[in-house]
């Protein structure tokens, strides 16, 4: 059996008495940092055996691994932080256990995603998760865009180091859309700033930005105060493009999106219209 246990984001004191015992009682735990998890382990007592398990080497480990389970060892899959298989190579293993048709268990426990949107003072009733964002600009920007149509809270993981270049682009396409951006999350120097790009980025100027930082943009006000439901879907498409500085084609995709239905559908629609 897998059993996918959640530890800590922050503060050690964030785990549960469940997951300490089945930390104590598995065969072996795959972590993805060994220097890092004993820390974790050290502190509880908790003496098993540790594997290194991370996406550079999930590939050549999980036929292993899988060998294993199927023997009937108990496994345990930990992450550096929170729980396992939210943005890293847990995921990947998971899906090969019940592919085998290997019981898999989760342990709940910390999430940085859920934490930071608890406290964020944005809608909680809605929201996506897009992990962490791409890297090359077009691609970045590509997404935002859609992000912003969205009737909800996007929640997503940035670096320090690349989260004021997020919020550049942020300030272009959606000067006025409130953002929330939670650091640190149970640490000694936690902190939940909210506003737009803009105040976020001069609040940052002068200050290194440290620590694991989750970024959450708001609903799309406009797309709420403007009902959709009454709009065609051409009428849609171009209030789209319209607000958003979106190409037709990505106009398109995120209405298709917003109403549920297929591309094809859309483009099927707009192209009779013109």
Known sequence: MLYVVATPIGNLSDITFRAIETLKNCDYILCEDTRHSGILLHHYEIRKPLKSFHKFSETSKQSEIIQDLKQGLTICLISDAGTPGISDPGEKLIQECLNHEIKVVAIPGACAAITALCSSGLNTSRFQFLGFLPRKAGELKRILQEVLTFPGTTVCYESPNRLIDVLQILKEIAPERLLAVAR???????????????????????????????????????????????????????????????????????????????????????????
């Open 184 to 274: 640190e999350l149970t640490k000694k120097f936690e902190e939940i700033k909210r506003g737009t790009a803009s105040e976020l980025i001069a609040y940052w100027e002068n200050a290194p930005l440290k620590g694991e930082v989750v970024l959450m943009i708001s609903e799309s006000p406009e797309i709420h105060s403007h009902n959709w439901q009454e709009l065609t879907p051409q009428q849609h498409v171009e209030f789209i493009q319209q607000t958003y500085g979106m190409t037709r084609q990505e106009a398109v995709v995120s209405a298709a999106k917003i109403r549920g239905v297929s591309k094809r559908d859309i483009y099927n629609v707009v192209n009779r219209g013109q």
